[in-house]
C-alpha cells in the first residue's frame, strides 16, 4: 500500500497512484487544505520525513463507480510510531476519489478524519 510505504520514508508509489493535474486536492489526518500536484507532493514529502513508521490497513470499503469518476470510502485503522517508539493509534475515515486518465484510474481527491498528534 502506497500509504504505508511513505510512512517508511518511500514516496514513489504515492506518486505512481497519484493524478499530477492542477486540480487534485487532498485534505490529510494533519489539517489544511491542499489544491494541484505541486502542493499535495509537498504535503507528502513532509508527511515522509517524519518517518512514521508502523502500517494502517484500509477497512469496510464502499464504492462508486462511474465511467471516468469513482469514490471509496472506508476506515483506515493501525498504528504510526512517536519519535521515541511509541505507538500512536491510528483510526480514521477517508474519502477518496479517482478519474480515469489515460485508460488508468488515479487519486485526485483525499480528505479524512484529523490525527491529533499530526496537527501543529
Known amino acids: 500500500m502506497a500509504l504505508n510505504a511513505m510512512f517508511k520514508g ?5 506518486k505512481a497512484v497519484w493524478s499530477h493535474a ?10 489544511g487544505m491542499r489544491i494541484g500536484w505541486a502542493d499535495v507532493l509537498t504535503d507528502w514529502q513532509a508527511q515522509a520525513a517524519l518517518n512514521l513508521g508502523g502500517k494502517v ?3 469496510d470499503y464502499h464504492m462508486t463507480v ?14 504510526n510510531a512517536a519519535a521515541n517508539g511509541d505507538p500512536l493509534k491510528v483510526s480514521i475515515r477517508a474519502t477518496h476519489t479517482f478519474r480515469k486518465e489515460k485508460g488508468e484510474w488515479k487519486m485526485i481527491g483525499d480528505h479524512t478524519d484529523l490525527l491529533p498528534f499530526l496537527q501543529h
Open 10 to 14: 518511500d514516496l514513489e508509489a504515492m
Open 22 to 31: 492542477d486540480d487534485v486536492t487532498y485534505m490529510g489526518p494533519a489539517g
Open 57 to 59: 490497513e484500509p477497512l
Open 66 to 79: 462511474g465511467q471516468h469518476i469513482a469514490v471509496v470510502i472506508n476506515y483506515e485503522e493501525g498504528e
